[in-house]
């Protein structure tokens, strides 16, 4: 699997390859934040980090972006609740 999460503006969404299809996390832009709407992750890999690698490489696009981020998908906003180090995205 490639750790690397990429931007996708085109289809409104980060994603990462894994070794079953791209796991993604859809959102909506504005001038200064991104709403994650959704995440997803292939099943036959589900249960192996692949959610959490994808949210953390989001989350760090974000900040070199200089935004912030409102999680309305639970996976992101639990995720931010676990790494404090993330918290001031919000």
Do not use: W
Request: aromatic share 6%.
């Amino acid at each position: 699997m490639n750790d690397t999460v990429t931007d996708n503006p085109a289809r409104n969404r980060f994603e990462l390859q894994t070794s079953a299809g791209l796991a993604i996390a859809n959102y909506r832009r504005d001038d200064r934040s991104i709403t994650i709407t959704h995440t997803e992750v292939p099943r036959a890999v589900e249960g192996r980090g692949v959610g959490s690698k994808l949210v953390k490489g989001m989350l760090d696009r974000i900040r070199q972006e200089g935004r912030t981020v409102i999680p309305r998908c639970s996976f992101v906003a639990a995720y931010i609740s676990r790494h404090p180090e993330y918290r001031d995205l919000l």
